[in-house]
């Protein structure tokens, strides 16, 4: 793996990470597809939006449909007939979040199934082995999330398991010994900036070829989002890559920019379009109300994704008045659209040295509505 840094704007970088896959330019959003497939759009359609990279969940495949099926089809590209790069989540967030029953101690987390009810157990030396079997390029550390209103021992205590399962994932990883497999580290800590500044420091020493931020998006006021992100920037390597969890809404991926932050991935974009809710540069726009019942213009007059070329807010409101599936997936695929070509104008006005004055403007007009 490779991360090259070609252009800075104060703290906004512009990079190419390049992976077996291929080169991405960052900043960079992710599309998600986390049951090996970004719901309701095909991966020709990634790929024409520009899509370099998706991000898959190991959780989720482990249950279903079962490692042993990926590795039979080859791993996940093959399986999914992706010819990009992949990045897998350890699953962490979700074991915590999803899962009915379960109990962490040191050695792992024992959890129940959101599907059918079946007790599992994963530690990180599992967590490893699970995702090198799926064949991402990217992979991450088993992490323990906390809530966003989780105190300062109950912060501190996750950061410390967070720590010592960082060393066995790497650990555990180097005895796999892939050729093609990269492990990053996932800062936690909560809101709490003794805490943010420990995690990075520890996770630095055990050097990780990135570095993802966790425990953040997860409830928290934005303005707390926002300065421990600013804490992440001063701790965190600057040769390497920065990714933030679970974020993938255009206000917080462009202030994130602006704080040093080089990749994103979020479910938001595909659900809200399942949803009758799409970006535009003049807000969120509740696809269903009566306004748009005769408006011809497309979601959005700057976009040239297919959608907005082809289809007008009347027609779009029609199908999802008339329960019809192409509303989901025109609205999902405009909605990727626009944050793939968000994070692509935020990385040349980054290269152009205008990445603030860019931010204001687009800020300006996305916020008036909202």
Known sequence: MKFKLTA?????????????????????????????????????????????????????????????????AGGIHRFMNWEKNVLTDSGGFQIFSLARLNSITDEGATFQSHIDGSRHFINPEKAMQIQNSIGADIIMCFDECVPSD??????????IRTTGWAKRCKTELARLNPSDRYLFGIVQGGIFEDLRRRSSRE???????????????????????????????????????????????PEDILEAVERGVDMFDCVFPTRAGRH???FSRRGKLPLKNKEFEFDLNPIDKECSC?????????????LFMAKEMLAMRLTALH????????????RQAIIDGRFKAFKDEFLSRYLAKN
């Open 8 to 72: 800075s704007d104060n703290r906004a970088r512009a990079g190419v990470l390049s992976l077996s896959h291929g080169d991405i330019p960052t900043p960079v959003f992710m599309p998600v597809g986390t049951q090996a497939t970004v719901k309701t759009v095909s991966p020709d359609e990634l790929i024409d939006m520009g899509a370099n990279i998706i991000l898959s969940n190991a959780y989720h495949l482990y249950l279903r449909p079962g490692i042993e099926v990926i590795e039979n």
């Open 150 to 159: 989780a105190g300062k021992e109950r912060s501190l205590e996750a950061l």
């Open 203 to 249: 996770l630095i020493d055990i050097d990780f070829p990135g570095y993802a931020i966790g425990g953040l998006s997860v409830g928290e006021e934005r303005d707390i989002m926002y300065d421990m992100l600013w804490v992440m920037d001063e701790e965190l390597p600057e040769n390497k890559p920065r990714y933030l969890m679970g974020v993938g809404v």
């Open 276 to 278: 009758s809710t799409a």
């Open 306 to 318: 297919y959608t907005c070329r082809n289809f007008s807010l009347s027609y779009i409101r029609h």
């Open 335 to 346: 909605n990727l659209h626009f944050l793939l070509d968000l994070t692509a104008q935020a």
